[in-house]
């Protein structure tokens, strides 16, 4: 089946690495998206991709970077980690031409010590 | 910007009572709001959706509805089963176009913890 995936699935790390997350999918989607999640802050949006030549900030992109390599991965960046970072990041995606519905990959529990 | 605020942040129920979580959004532009369900441990997943150009859609023993002079809707679980049990995700959005795939970003509400007792 068609699917969103994510690498690694979980990762510890310690305050000042610089930590890359990946995305790919295999739906054939134009639009990608990367979330964090905190509990009771539900999930706010760090950057998405409507295209490989289109990144656009979201609520929440401070601290962060990202890459769209090709249409089917997109990449998220940590360049200097803090613990404030540490969160659940959901990568999504959607498809223009269907419908609204973003499909989320099985998330990326980051730990920054 | 859009904001969402989504009450109550837990529910508890027991099993066949129903059970009604409400969102609030700021931006009177705001035309497409999806609800997400995330069971635990699990990645969140589209259940229903509603437009702004309808006031109510139903789903099996889900339903949403939709004010929009008020800025508010709501999601309304009958005959609630133990599976319901997840977090929900209300979420809201502009689409420039009105329809599938034009809209921008969403926002979403902090979330409902839904627990269902048998």
């Known amino acids: 089946d068609a699917d969103v995936t994510q690498t690694p699935r979980n990762r510890i790390t310690k305050t000042g690495k610089r930590i890359m997350l990946e995305c790919s999918q295999t739906?054939?989607?134009?639009?990608m998206y990367w979330y964090r999640q905190d509990p009771g802050l539900g999930l706010r949006l760090i950057y998405y991709?409507?295209?490989?030549?289109?990144?656009n900030k979201g609520e929440i992109s401070d601290g962060y970077s990202v890459s769209r390599q090709a249409q089917a991965k997109f990449s998220l960046s940590l360049e200097s980690a803090i613990p404030n970072q540490t969160a659940l990041y959901f990568c999504?995606?959607?498809?223009?031409?269907?419908?609204?519905?973003?499909?989320f990959g099985p998330g990326t529990r980051l730990t920054v010590l | 910007g859009e904001n969402v605020e989504q009450h109550p942040s837990t529910l508890s129920v027991q099993e066949g009572d129903s059970a009604v979580i409400k969102c609030t959004y700021s931006?009177?532009?705001?035309?497409?709001f999806p609800w997400y369900k995330q069971e635990l441990g699990k990645r969140p997943q589209l259940i229903i959706d509603?437009?702004?150009?309808?006031g109510e859609k139903k789903d099996q023993r889900i339903a949403v509805t939709l004010n929009k002079t008020a800025k508010h809707f709501s999601l309304h679980i009958t005959e609630t089963q133990p599976e319901d049990s997840a977090v929900y995700f209300c979420?809201?959005?502009?689409?420039?176009?009105?329809?599938?795939?034009?809209?921008?970003?969403?926002?979403f509400g902090a979330g409902t913890r839904l627990a269902v007792h048998p």
């Open positions: 931006d009177s532009a705001s035309n497409y």
């Open positions: 509603i437009r702004s150009n309808v």
């Open positions: 739906k054939g989607h134009d639009r």
């Open positions: 999504a995606t959607s498809d223009f031409s269907r419908s609204n519905e973003q499909f």
């Open positions: 991709s409507f295209d490989v030549k289109d990144i």
């Open positions: 979420a809201a959005s502009i689409s420039p176009w009105g329809g599938p795939g034009g809209y921008n970003k969403l926002i």
